[in-house]
């Protein structure tokens, strides 16, 4: 499975993006998906999961209620929509999926990666 993530920009603090992970390669089902974010000096942390199915979702606690994960099996995709959006959230985004359709938080789990896209909040 090949990931891009693609949606990253500068915004203003309080703003929104959306950011979008196209899979392509090996068939895109049943796939557990997430995102993760790394700051400049910081390691790669956990922001979203959503399970296969797309009927579970987990939030970080520092993004809860104001981020959203979603996805279309019939288009390969995975969506990250971010409102709400403080400094404190700019990182390289990054998608990535698991080899199970289990929602997991836990990084090492995750066996594909894309290259990230920048997000940088303005304050």
């Known amino acids: 499975v090949q990931l891009q993530a693609s949606g990253g920009g500068l915004v203003q603090a309080g703003g929104s993006l959306r950011l979008s992970c196209q899979a392509s390669?090996?068939?895109?089902?049943?796939?557990?998906m997430g995102w993760f974010r790394q700051a400049p000096g910081q390691e790669r942390e956990f922001v979203a999961g959503i399970s296969w199915s797309g009927d579970m979702t987990y939030y970080a606690d520092s993004v809860k209620g104001r981020f959203a994960v979603s996805r279309d099996n019939a288009k390969s995709a995975m969506y990250l929509q971010m409102s709400s959006l403080k400094p404190e959230d700019t990182a390289v985004y990054y998608c990535?999926?698991?080899?199970?359709?289990?929602?997991?938080?836990?990084?090492?789990?995750?066996?594909?990666w894309g290259h990230g896209t920048l997000v940088t909040v303005s304050s």
């Open positions: 390669g090996r068939t895109f089902t049943r796939n557990a």
């Open positions: 990535a999926a698991r080899t199970s359709p289990v929602l997991s938080t836990n990084i090492v789990f995750f066996a594909y």
